[in-house]
């Protein structure tokens, strides 16, 4: 029992390691960096820069560049973004800035003013003809 339970805290203590939370009622002003991923329920007024998932809240909210592994929204960003993985933006957000990602997705609902820079193949049928 007792190995049991030392073992489950290890995981946690390496869990919490790897993820951060910036929480309700926090602010900070400048550039944030780091490793992991990192959950914005306050907000931050500067550039973010995570090597692992970014995740607003709908709370939160960001006023800055952001560069992630992935990255969701739920609440208020204005910058842009660059994304090594899946940018999703969920009913309820309001962002402003530009999107690129390995893919970009719009939930209903969601306000976005910006431009959408992701590589897409595009099915046969729309693809230009050769040779005619």
Known sequence: MARGSAVERSRTSETS???SVLGRGARV???VSGEGDLRVEG???GDVTLSGELAIDEAGSIT???DAASVMIAGVLQGNVT?????TIHAG????GNMGGAEVSLEEGASFVGRIEAELD???ELMPRQGR
Do not use: F, M
């Open 83 to 87: 994304s090594r993985g899946a940018v």
């Open 122 to 124: 595009l099915p046969a």
């Open 93 to 96: 957000a309001k962002v402003e």
């Open 43 to 45: 907000q931050i007024e």
């Open 17 to 19: 390691e790897s993820s």
């Open 64 to 66: 800055g560049d952001v």
């Open 29 to 31: 002003r400048g550039r």
